[in-house]
């Protein structure tokens, strides 16, 4: 291979590389610990929980995950398979305000009495309607069983799980809450959202990115190409 062509390649590498870290959107994610106080059908119970909070691209908006890695309250009898439902809220904040309804499965295995009960992971999902960082914070979780609900409430005021930088779908038209049910903002997104709405999910191979990579990998390849046959036929016309 040519010094020509080496320089060429290493150069639309060099490209590729700046265009797809300048793609990446911004995020932030961390464990946050939620001080849930409960009203239940026995009286108050509460317990401290980590919380995590992800966002995964789905259409036009995200899926969103709410994982609870410690029990937040129990019952005074054995609950069976089956018998426990949870649901909760995920408060947004920053450049959209509003609520996103999240549910989940009901408990696969029997739960002694006086233990602390295991939420399952509670997803649902949210489709932005104005662009900026939007947060996500842990909100009330319900419980209901054998007929009874318990409302647990955070209490310490905790910060957000995730912070994404969105693109908004619904363009100046879109309203500043997002409330549902397990489909939560999905609904408010509609169909005004176009190829480009639904924000930016953090990735390291969007289609965009990887388009224009494309279109720009080919232009300097081209002109390396084109600088190469210039060169051969420069030479040629010398050594006649």
Not at 14 to 27: K, M, N, Q, T
Not at 45 to 52: E, L, M, R, T, W
Not at 130 to 146: D, N, P
Request: glycine residues 18%.
């Amino acid at each position: 291979m040519s010094n020509q062509k080496r320089t060429t390649l290493a150069l639309a590498a060099a490209l590729a590389g700046s265009i797809v870290a300048a793609g990446a959107p911004a995020a932030h994610a961390e464990v946050v610990d939620v001080n849930y106080q409960c009203v239940t059908p026995i009286g108050p119970k509460g317990a401290v929980s980590p919380i995590d909070i992800k966002g995964v691209r789905s259409g036009d908006g995200y899926k969103l995950t709410m994982s609870f890695q410690k029990g937040v309250s129990s019952s005074p009898v054995e609950l069976g398979k089956g018998a426990m439902n949870p649901s909760a809220v995920i408060e947004l904040g920053g450049a959209e305000q509003g609520k996103v309804q999240v549910t989940g499965p009901a408990n696969s295995e029997a739960i002694p009495a006086n233990t602390p009960i295991k939420i399952s992971d509670l997803s649902g999902t949210y489709t932005p309607k104005k662009s900026g960082k939007v947060t996500f914070t842990a909100g009330v979780l319900t419980i209901k069983a054998l007929g009874t609900t318990t409302t647990c409430t955070p209490k310490n005021s905790p910060g957000p799980s995730l912070e994404l930088d969105v693109q908004g779908a619904g363009g100046s038209s879109g309203g500043g809450s997002t409330d549902g049910g397990s489909t939560g903002g999905a609904s408010t997104g509609g169909s005004t959202g176009g190829a480009s709405g639904g924000g930016e999910l953090p990735r390291t191979g969007p289609l965009d990115s990887a388009a224009a990579l494309g279109t720009l990998g080919g232009t300097v390849l081209l002109t390396g190409a084109a600088g190469v046959l210039w060169l051969t036929r420069r030479g040629q016309r010398s050594a006649g």
